[in-house]
């Protein structure tokens, strides 16, 4: 099955730099790349997505890349804010497939 | 629109005794998912559900874990009994068909602590 490597573990950054978090994949077939964000007492959120397809993805503060021939794909967040700290998680499945096999997630904090 | 509802939102129980946890997932959302998350890990899928029928219960316990989702809305996952290593959170998803199932939205989970 797939398996989904993240990194770092921990982040802390100041406020107003940026964050990167890194993730690798082990199955080539894997075409669809979602990262969720998880604060402290609740459920992990849907905060941007990329398909196989595209190379690079935008909204606003964050971006996501996908390197295919690498397999591994990124996070980017820029001007970080204090209302950013929290778990992010990366995942990979195959379209259609229904199943994410998730990273075990980047605690971020950003510092005031 | 209101999203996943899971209840309880904690629950401390000692080993060997049952315990179940209920999810009302968005209103037409047909995929249903049950999830385990153990303390700084990522979500690991242990049943997924479409309509009322189970599709893939392949990473489900099925010794002591058992799930059922009447009429294709609500479903319950139990646990019969509960051992100390099934300490963690579990949380329930759902996502519209034809959407490729990808975007899954989570309920804030239920922390089961086994004592």
């Known amino acids: 099955g797939e398996n989904v490597e993240q990194h770092p573990s921990t982040l802390s950054v100041q406020e107003g730099d940026s964050a990167v978090i890194k993730c690798t994949y082990s199955?080539?077939?894997?075409?669809?790349f979602p990262w969720y964000k998880q604060e402290l007492g609740k459920g992990p959120q849907l905060i941007i997505d990329i398909r196989s397809n595209v190379g690079e993805k935008k909204d606003q503060r964050i971006a996501v890349t996908l390197n295919k021939t690498a397999k591994h794909f990124s996070l980017h967040i820029t001007e970080t804010q204090p209302e950013d700290s929290a778990v992010y998680f990366c995942a990979a499945s195959i379209r259609n497939d229904y199943k994410l096999s998730f990273g075990a997630g980047t605690t971020v904090t950003v510092r005031a | 629109e209101a999203g996943v509802v899971q209840s309880p939102r904690y629950k401390i129980i000692e080993k060997k005794q049952p315990v179940a946890f209920w999810c009302n997932p968005i209103s037409g959302h047909n995929t249903l998912y049950w999830y385990r998350q153990n303390l700084g890990q990522g979500p690991e899928l242990l049943i997924r559900?479409?309509?009322?029928?189970?599709?893939?219960d392949s990473q489900l316990p099925k010794d002591r874990f058992s799930a059922e989702r009447l009429k294709g809305v609500d479903s319950t996952l139990k646990i019969q009994p509960a051992e100390l290593g099934d300490s963690a959170v579990y949380l329930c998803a759902s996502s519209l068909r034809g959407t490729g199932g990808e975007k899954l939205f989570f309920g804030s989970g239920t922390q089961l602590s086994v004592l």
């Open positions: 559900y479409e309509n009322e029928e189970a599709v893939d």
């Open positions: 199955d080539s077939a894997s075409n669809y």
